[in-house]
């Protein structure tokens, strides 16, 4: 049987996601359990963390595993991960070795490698994971790298506490801004994880140059077709937000001006009203907000829409914790 990752959910079908949701949801109801019991996971952040490092060390120990975290290039040799390349830079040692090195050692290896914001073309290939998940021999968990897919399992196991079935609800991802251009993961995920739920799906952003990249728009609409759900690209925040049940925040920068910023600021700076208000809440369909944190108040969403009944966005970052759990009880299930 080969060996099974969780790189992204797209790898998984509609009733492996729902198992893991209906586990993660057991594991909320009992946290503790046995299932890693001496078993191990190695933690390589390449970025920084609070809730991913805090959620899966504790899930590791909840489930009577171990963590170990490592950060390369700090607290461990930094790594080189282009093949076929004459290491007389920085690297200390290639992912050929680290990965089936760390594979002698523990029992699940779950990496952090934000893209460098460069070149899409190049950031798109995903080559740290993939790296990682070609040379270790046990499964490899994807913490955030170009997808977030664990946030996806947490956001979405938050919706269905407050809907239940998701099918056919309308779900708005709204770009916002932020004073510096962000990785495109998160709306990479929430758009996967929205229209593999069914829902239809609003993707609201300033310009056509917000679009995502046409890999997730593809998988988005092809997850839609499936699930009886729709997705569509709007710029208008009014007739996006009206009706809405879910309104999802994210900023991203334009993938077309990655690695030239100051090309898009004059964009981002004229952005600013699409901030999560009040007045947009209104419009909803007494809908709820949520952002996978941290979030810049005032900035991203005011106050009142963050301190309000309507955000979930404190459930959705508890359930980081029951997904995970459950996502390393399946991976270690399999061998």
């Given at each position: ?19 893991l ?13 046995q299932?890693l ?21 504790l ?131 929430a ?31 092809q997850n ?18 009206r ?84 996502v390393m ?7």
């Open positions: 049987m080969p060996l099974r990752h969780f790189i992204t959910t797209q790898d998984y079908s509609r009733a492996e996601i729902d198992a949701l209906e586990q993660a949801a057991a594991f909320k109801r009992s946290p503790h359990g299932q019991a001496g078993k191990s996971v190695a933690l390589l952040f390449f970025n920084p963390s609070m809730r991913t490092r805090t959620s899966f060390e899930g590791a120990f909840h489930l009577g595993g171990h963590a170990i975290v490592l950060s390369p290039g700090k607290d461990a040799w930094p790594i080189e991960f282009k093949p076929n390349t004459v290491m007389d830079g920085e690297s200390e040692e290639h992912i050929a070795e680290v990965a089936r090195v760390l594979s002698r050692y523990v029992d699940l290896i779950a990496v952090r490698a934000f893209p460098k914001f460069q070149d899409w073309s190049v950031d798109r290939e995903d080559a740290v994971i993939k790296a990682f998940a070609q040379y270790a021999t046990v499964p490899v968990i994807n913490m955030e790298t170009i997808t977030h897919p664990c946030q996806e399992l947490a956001h979405v196991l938050a919706l269905k506490e407050r809907f239940g079935d998701l099918t056919g609800r309308k779900y708005v991802l709204t770009w916002t801004y932020h004073p510096k251009p962000l990785n495109t993961a998160v709306a990479n995920s758009l996967l994880i929205a229209t593999k739920m069914g829902m239809d799906v609003t993707l609201l952003c300033p310009t056509p140059d917000y679009v995502l990249d046409e890999r997730y728009m593809t998988f988005g609409a839609a077709k499936e699930n009886g759900g729709s997705l569509k690209v709007s710029h208008n925040i009014e007739e996006s937000y009706g809405a049940d879910v309104v999802y925040a994210k900023s991203w920068g334009a993938l077309p001006f990655f690695g030239r910023w100051d090309g898009e600021k004059p964009v981002r700076e004229a952005s600013k009203h699409f901030i999560v208000d009040e007045a947009k809440m209104a419009l909803t369909n007494n809908g709820v907000f949520s952002h996978c944190l941290p979030l810049r108040r005032n900035i991203k969403a005011t106050d009142a829409v963050m301190d309000s009944p309507a955000c979930i966005a404190i459930d959705e970052a508890e359930n980081r914790l029951h997904v995970q759990k459950a009880a399946s991976l270690i299930a399999q061998r």
